[in-house]
């Protein structure tokens, strides 16, 4: 459609005819997300006479028809200037029924808890899904959006969440998660003056039915009532996500240890949901594992303190069933072989902090990532295993993976150098052994329980023959200077000490000490240390 041809019409048309033209835009438009550059200033100047009719006193049926236009315009960001104005917000936030511009805390309730017809409710959605857009991409809207208090009355709308229609909860949650995402100055008024971490707390556990039996205990989902509906879902993604948002930073007291506890009770509540499919039910675990990383790691312990199904007493009578969750979750994410440090970091992270907080959860992790050993004739970077798997990733080409990996089996392996050598070999652990200054052997800084682990008979009996570099027993090799004489033996000794000495000295390699500290430093430097005094040299 003729832009030039619209505009025209808009500024005489009546309510009727406006609706009509701009019904005709949006459905020619609707899927259209790449824009003539030449028609920006007509676009430009379509926003503007759409906001100027949204102004006027219309029908439902012609508000909502002009806010899919602007839904639709919002996606160009060159021409939000009209819209991305104090004046278009407040237009935008009063179709949303948001308490915006005035003081929110003197409003006894949302305008959302008024009666509202089907065609009302309608109009409420295309709002909410503008100001996503708007929000979204445009700073100058983010600022007005601070202005006018946008996420104060978003707070007052939550608080309505029980009579919601899944749409007019799914973008006020939304939009939420996106002004404390882009606007980090947000989070600080949402958490201190609207208590937003609890109130979103409390719409999880609206919307996941979630039913207490003690302080900290959810009741275990009912197998017969089957899995999370694809709405109740979608609805609790966009609550984990601001709710990660807002805990990043964790500067409060007793009060929010409470809250926190409760949040990782809610946590394992949607680790234990199924949802329709397997992709959104791995999504949900995600945002969980995401959401516990922020959490203190003192309130990991709510994952483990229930009772146990079948009285089963083994780790101390902790229930495992959230920890074998995020175990079976970290495998999927392994045998994806792709984005690890989006994927499989986050819940590395968390197991890792889990495993050196609670001895529980470290021993039950180790016996299915680190059994005990008995086929020792396989490289330890070798196999389908997920301790082959992690492994690999030791040496894996990004920094951040392969820190993770190798910090995830350390404190697994309790920290010890000889125990973390055993399962992954000299070769593999050398990595995090400089990093942590501990090539010299020794354990890390945090104190484990003195509970030993047994080897197995076929691990003691192979142990003097396995290659500490590779971590496996290698088949015999023949001996290349076997059968050299002493002359040939000492010219390709030289030979070597030669190639040394030239490739030392283009700086290709720089030969390196392990110092009595564990560290390493430069040859040159330590050759020319002083030597240690003996006291008992004459």
Request: net charge negative; proline share 4%.
């Amino acid at each position: 459609m003729d832009l030039n041809n619209i505009l025209s019409q808009l500024e005489a048309a009546g309510e009727q005819d406006i609706e009509t033209l701009l019904r005709d835009y949006n459905r020619e438009n609707d899927r259209t997300f790449k824009f003539d550059q030449k028609e920006e200033a007509l676009r430009r100047k379509l926003c503007q006479s759409v906001l100027t009719v949204l102004g006027r006193p219309v029908q439902p049926t012609c508000q909502r028809t002009c806010l899919e236009t602007l839904r639709i315009l919002s996606r160009d960001k060159c021409v939000l200037g009209p819209v991305a104005t104090r004046e278009g917000m407040l237009t935008l936030g009063r179709m949303a029924r948001l308490n915006v511009g005035e003081e929110v805390g003197d409003n006894q309730k949302s305008s959302q808890e008024g009666t509202q017809s089907e065609e009302e409710e309608k109009v409420v959605i295309e709002a909410l899904k503008c100001l996503c857009n708007v929000v979204y991409n445009s700073l100058a809207a983010q600022q007005v959006s601070v202005e006018v208090q946008m996420a104060q009355g978003l707070c007052a709308s939550l608080h309505t969440a029980r009579t919601w229609h899944h749409e007019v909860g799914l973008f006020t949650l939304r939009l939420l998660f996106l002004l404390s995402a882009l606007l980090p100055g947000v989070r600080g008024v949402l958490r201190r003056e609207c208590h937003a971490v609890k109130l979103l707390t409390e719409v999880l556990e609206h919307t996941l039915d979630v039913r207490w039996e003690g302080p900290y205990e959810a009741a275990r989902p009912d197998p017969q009532a089957g899995p999370t509906s694809a709405e109740d879902n979608e609805r609790a993604m966009e609550a984990l996500k601001a709710l990660f948002n807002l805990t990043l930073s964790d500067n409060g007291g007793r009060e929010d240890d409470h809250q926190f506890r409760v949040i990782a009770a809610v946590l394992r509540h949607v680790l234990m949901l199924k949802t329709e499919t397997d992709d959104k039910t791995e999504e949900a675990h995600s945002h969980a594992v995401n959401l516990l990383n922020n959490l203190p790691v003192s309130c990991l312990d709510v994952l483990i303190d229930l009772p146990v199904q079948g009285g089963l007493e083994t780790y101390g009578g902790k229930n495992m069933d959230a920890i074998q969750v995020l175990l079976d979750f970290m495998e999927k994410r392994l045998n994806k072989g792709s984005n690890y440090k989006e994927g499989l970091t986050p819940v590395l992270s968390l197991l890792t902090e889990g495993s050196r907080h609670h001895r529980e959860i470290r021993r039950y992790i180790k016996a299915q990532v680190l059994p005990p050993l008995k086929d020792v004739k396989i490289r330890p970077e070798v196999g389908t295993t997920i301790r082959n798997k992690l492994v690999r990733l030791m040496t894996h080409v990004d920094m951040g993976v392969k820190q993770t990996a190798a910090e995830f089996l350390f404190v697994l392996c309790k920290e010890s150098v000889d125990n973390l050598l055993k399962y992954t070999g000299y070769g593999n652990a050398a990595g995090l052994l400089v990093a942590r200054g501990l090539l010299a052997g020794g354990r890390g800084e945090t104190q484990y329980s003195e509970d030993e682990d047994s080897d197995t008979e076929e691990y003691k009996s192979a142990k003097p023959f396995i290659n500490l570099i590779t971590g496996h027993v290698e088949e015999p090799m023949p001996n290349p200077i076997e059968e050299m004489t002493e002359e040939q033996k000492e010219y390709e000794a030289e030979k070597l000490a030669n190639m040394f000495y030239n490739i030392s000295r283009q700086n290709v390699i720089r030969p390196m000490r392990v110092k009595p500290d564990g560290t390493l430093a430069p040859l040159e430097e330590t050759l020319c240390d002083p030597p240690e005094e003996n006291s008992d040299s004459d």
